[in-house]
């Protein structure tokens, strides 16, 4: 019964229409008709990839006064978001764009597109996922292209009676060179997109061999050619079956040389057809020569040899490779490189490239310098699905992700701004000191920021060993963690400077007396726990100050008289965050310009954006509540029943409101209990 189910949920896919679709087969002419129908389908290699992008469609928002298009494609909706890219939407932006360029014939097609950053910053998976890309896309009826095989050849010329081209090349090419011009005039009537279509390439090698035989046979009738030894199919680019798809990563010298790229002499086959330099008797499989019509990688690009770089200049500018004992030979083919900082320093000092600087376009892909995008890339490997023996606790991936942000950063140059408040900023929290042109103005003034810091594979290598080891019973907290990458920068193979290392375990100190104003807000809310409460008590301080301002009196809701602003609420809320008498009036009007300007944007204002308002107003609310729960008792071994009680309730509200477990929320309140006990103890002290 089981093994029936099975076949009865293989059999809802219909495979067998699908299969029928992806291996389409028919002859010339056949074709021709679906190409005038659809000129798309005889795309160059970077119109198909830009369109495979643009098939996922994309989102446009405004970043500090900027135009970002976001391209769902990088999302990886396709494994549900398995690779997705975070926080680099201007990066992919900037390449999307030169992919666009190339697809318009604009200049880029003509060049080397290399992914440029530090260590573990995405440059492999971003190829990764164009790469899965095409394949997917190839299989889709948006995404078909066709290749062509020589038929019935056996009696006319000494070969195999039948032979696909090795290229996989369009079966356009075959159209021969004179007759082009008004072939792709009746194609570009059809064609209603930006782009016109054209054939500029000419046979590879071997089919070259082959149609001037035929050519020869028939006595020049190219129609009985195509009609009796053409058969148009298919093609699905697959990297597993290296077809559309090339990636070239450098071996040491011994192993390795230009045939890789290009292709290599069949030995076995001089004896057959006499010379090695018969087409017959050779293979055109190098990498270029399979990746043609899609795209090849070349994985760390800059450390090849330069006798391969030669190869890769022509192949970009020309779009020819030189297979061995052969003339020069068309392909059509994206080609993506990817290199780190150190490798790219030497390519800039080194005056004997000067050829591959400038056929390349450099996209920078740095690390992220944006927590919440940071947060994303270990919660994707890091959540209840994937760990759901271990509780990670509330903010353990934002303080390992804040971090790791820290160490990326440069240090802001205005002399009241830390790294702390620059990280912030760029997470989207402005201050009526700090707005999105300050913002603006961070990012231009930094040289390498991104390039620098602490790779996201170091720290879900800490965060897997927390896991394995299991400090916590059960739960890791914020504090495993940290310790955990603190631990490890002894060892850190790419840290050989003492600067560095003690600059990185000063962070961690930042990171975990954040996490402790976080924690303690976060039991705070928990005490007070009424989100109306303190809407309610911002409007009321809000009411007061625009009163104040403006010099009006308030009317109280309950007499229904016309009051003087309530002084006192105001001073009570502002003294929480160390609003000086003499700074009140600034710190008023600062507020209620940064309402105007908001309101000049169309935007409203929430009291949750702004850092030290918010902060202000929840520690009003909990001095106006904690007189109801004594959170100190806690770090005695004497806690009654009644306190015990009142101490669940938040507990409780930690665990069902915060994303707490059991065990860290009595870690939280243990920890902020304690906190209380110093502050208690100092002030008796003094």
């Given at each position: 019964?089981?093994?029936?189910?099975?076949?009865?949920?293989?059999?809802?896919?219909?495979?067998?229409?699908?299969?029928?679709?992806?291996?389409?087969?028919?002859?010339?002419?056949?074709?021709?008709?679906?190409?005038?129908?659809?000129?798309?389908?005889?795309?160059?290699?970077?119109?198909?990839?830009?369109?495979?992008?643009?098939?996922?469609?994309?989102?446009?928002?405004?970043?500090?006064?900027?135009?970002?298009?976001?391209?769902?494609?990088?999302?990886?909706?396709?494994?549900?978001?398995?690779?997705?890219?975070?926080?680099?939407?201007?990066?992919?932006?900037?390449?999307?764009?030169?992919?666009?360029?190339?697809?318009?014939?604009?200049?880029?097609?003509?060049?080397?597109?290399?992914?440029?950053?530090?260590?573990?910053?995405?440059?492999?998976?971003?190829?990764?996922?164009?790469?899965?890309?095409?394949?997917?896309?190839?299989?889709?009826?948006?995404?078909?292209?066709?290749?062509?095989?020589?038929?019935?050849?056996?009696?006319?010329?000494?070969?195999?009676?039948?032979?696909?081209c090795p290229m996989h090349e369009e079966p356009l090419n075959l159209i021969p060179e004179d007759c082009r011009k008004s072939v792709i005039e009746l194609l570009n009537k059809n064609n209603d997109r930006r782009t016109p279509l054209t054939?500029?390439?000419?046979?590879?090698?071997?089919?070259?061999?082959?149609?001037?035989?035929?050519?020869?046979?028939?006595?020049?009738?190219?129609?009985?050619?195509?009609?009796?030894?053409?058969?148009?199919?298919?093609?699905?680019?697959?990297?597993?079956?290296?077809?559309?798809?090339?990636?070239?990563?450098?071996?040491?010298?011994?192993?390795?040389?230009?045939?890789?790229?290009?292709?290599?002499?069949?030995?076995?086959?001089?004896?057959?057809?006499?010379?090695?330099?018969?087409?017959?008797?050779?293979?055109?499989?190098?990498?270029?020569?399979?990746?043609?019509?899609?795209?090849?990688?070349?994985?760390?690009?800059?450390?090849?040899?330069?006798?391969?770089?030669?190869?890769?200049?022509?192949?970009?500018?020309?779009?020819?490779?030189?297979?061995?004992?052969?003339?020069?030979?068309?392909?059509?083919?994206?080609?993506?490189?990817?290199?780190?900082?150190?490798?790219?320093?030497?390519?800039?000092?080194?005056?004997?490239?000067?050829?591959?600087?400038?056929?390349?376009?450099?996209?920078?892909?740095?690390?992220?310098?944006?927590?919440?995008?940071?947060?994303?890339?270990?919660?994707?490997?890091?959540?209840?699905?994937?760990?759901?023996?271990?509780?990670?606790?509330?903010?353990?991936?934002?303080?390992?992700?804040?971090?790791?942000?820290?160490?990326?950063?440069?240090?802001?140059?205005?002399?009241?701004?830390?790294?702390?408040?620059?990280?912030?900023?760029?997470?989207?929290?402005?201050?009526?000191?700090?707005?999105?042109?300050?913002?603006?103005?961070?990012?231009?003034?930094?040289?390498?920021?991104?390039?620098?810091?602490?790779?996201?594979?170091?720290?879900?290598?800490?965060?897997?060993?927390?896991?394995?080891?299991?400090?916590?019973?059960?739960?890791?907290?914020?504090?495993?963690?940290?310790?955990?990458?603190?631990?490890?920068?002894?060892?850190?193979?790419?840290?050989?400077?003492?600067?560095?290392?003690?600059?990185?375990?000063?962070?961690?100190?930042?990171?975990?007396?954040?996490?402790?104003?976080?924690?303690?807000?976060?039991?705070?809310?928990?005490?007070?726990?009424?989100?109306?409460?303190?809407?309610?008590?911002?409007?009321?301080?809000?009411?007061?100050?625009?009163?104040?301002?403006?010099?009006?009196?308030?009317?109280?809701?309950?007499?229904?008289?016309?009051?003087?602003?309530?002084?006192?609420?105001?001073?009570?809320?502002?003294?929480?965050?160390?609003?000086?008498?003499?700074?009140?009036?600034?710190?008023?009007?600062?507020?209620?310009?940064?309402?105007?300007?908001?309101?000049?944007?169309?935007?409203?204002?929430?009291?949750?954006?702004?850092?030290?308002?918010?902060?202000?107003?929840?520690?009003?609310?909990?001095?106006?509540?904690?007189?109801?729960?004594?959170?100190?008792?806690?770090?005695?071994?004497?806690?009654?029943?009644?306190?015990?009680?009142?101490?669940?309730?938040?507990?409780?509200?930690?665990?069902?409101?915060?994303?707490?477990?059991?065990?860290?929320?009595?870690?939280?309140?243990?920890?902020?209990?304690?906190?209380?006990?110093?502050?208690?103890?100092?002030?008796?002290?003094?």
């Amino acid at each position: 019964m089981n093994a029936e189910k099975v076949f009865e949920l293989v059999n809802q896919h219909n495979l067998h229409d699908k299969f029928k679709d992806l291996t389409w087969q028919g002859s010339f002419k056949q074709y021709l008709e679906l190409v005038l129908n659809k000129p798309e389908m005889a795309r160059t290699s970077f119109q198909r990839l830009y369109d495979m992008i643009a098939s996922y469609g994309s989102d446009t928002y405004t970043e500090y006064k900027k135009k970002i298009t976001h391209w769902n494609f990088f999302d990886d909706p396709s494994e549900n978001g398995k690779e997705a890219i975070f926080g680099l939407d201007i990066h992919l932006m900037k390449l999307v764009n030169v992919i666009k360029a190339g697809a318009l014939q604009y200049g880029p097609e003509k060049r080397v597109i290399l992914l440029h950053g530090p260590v573990g910053s995405a440059k492999s998976t971003i190829v990764r996922l164009i790469k899965k890309g095409l394949e997917r896309y190839s299989q889709t009826a948006e995404g078909a292209l066709f290749t062509y095989q020589w038929t019935n050849l056996q009696a006319i010329i000494k070969v195999e009676d039948t032979m696909i081209c090795p290229m996989h090349e369009e079966p356009l090419n075959l159209i021969p060179e004179d007759c082009r011009k008004s072939v792709i005039e009746l194609l570009n009537k059809n064609n209603d997109r930006r782009t016109p279509l054209t054939i500029n390439q000419g046979l590879c090698p071997a089919c070259r061999f082959v149609f001037a035989r035929l050519l020869e046979h028939y006595q020049g009738n190219w129609e009985n050619i195509v009609n009796n030894h053409i058969a148009v199919k298919r093609m699905l680019i697959s990297e597993t079956d290296r077809r559309g798809i090339g990636t070239f990563q450098p071996k040491d010298e011994k192993n390795q040389d230009s045939t890789e790229l290009t292709g290599d002499i069949n030995y076995r086959k001089i004896a057959i057809y006499g010379s090695d330099s018969d087409p017959r008797a050779f293979n055109f499989d190098g990498e270029f020569n399979i990746a043609n019509r899609g795209l090849i990688e070349f994985v760390e690009v800059l450390k090849l040899d330069v006798a391969f770089l030669y190869d890769l200049l022509t192949a970009s500018q020309e779009h020819k490779v030189k297979p061995k004992k052969f003339a020069q030979t068309d392909i059509d083919q994206v080609i993506i490189g990817h290199t780190n900082e150190p490798e790219y320093r030497k390519l800039q000092n080194n005056e004997f490239m000067e050829a591959l600087r400038d056929r390349t376009v450099k996209i920078d892909i740095p690390y992220v310098t944006k927590l919440n995008a940071e947060i994303k890339v270990y919660h994707k490997d890091f959540n209840a699905t994937t760990v759901p023996h271990i509780h990670i606790a509330p903010h353990t991936l934002e303080m390992a992700s804040m971090w790791a942000v820290l160490t990326r950063l440069e240090q802001p140059k205005k002399a009241n701004l830390t790294l702390m408040q620059k990280l912030k900023l760029y997470n989207g929290k402005t201050t009526q000191h700090f707005t999105e042109d300050n913002v603006k103005e961070l990012r231009k003034e930094t040289e390498k920021e991104g390039l620098d810091g602490i790779s996201p594979r170091y720290v879900q290598d800490k965060i897997s060993n927390a896991l394995i080891v299991d400090r916590g019973s059960g739960c890791i907290n914020p504090f495993i963690v940290l310790n955990e990458l603190g631990s490890g920068l002894k060892g850190h193979s790419l840290i050989t400077a003492d600067d560095t290392r003690k600059h990185y375990e000063e962070l961690l100190s930042e990171v975990k007396r954040e996490y402790e104003d976080i924690v303690k807000n976060e039991v705070q809310r928990a005490i007070s726990a009424d989100e109306h409460a303190i809407d309610k008590l911002c409007g009321n301080y809000i009411d007061n100050i625009k009163a104040y301002i403006q010099k009006e009196k308030i009317r109280n809701q309950y007499t229904g008289a016309d009051d003087e602003p309530d002084e006192r609420l105001m001073r009570s809320i502002e003294e929480k965050i160390e609003i000086a008498e003499s700074r009140k009036d600034d710190f008023r009007r600062e507020i209620m310009n940064y309402i105007g300007a908001l309101a000049l944007d169309g935007k409203s204002f929430d009291f949750r954006t702004n850092e030290r308002l918010h902060k202000a107003l929840e520690l009003k609310l909990f001095e106006d509540q904690k007189d109801t729960i004594k959170l100190t008792t806690l770090v005695s071994n004497v806690v009654d029943r009644e306190t015990q009680a009142k101490i669940d309730v938040v507990k409780n509200r930690l665990v069902k409101n915060y994303g707490y477990c059991e065990i860290c929320a009595n870690d939280a309140l243990s920890f902020v209990a304690s906190i209380f006990a110093r502050g208690d103890a100092g002030n008796k002290a003094k």
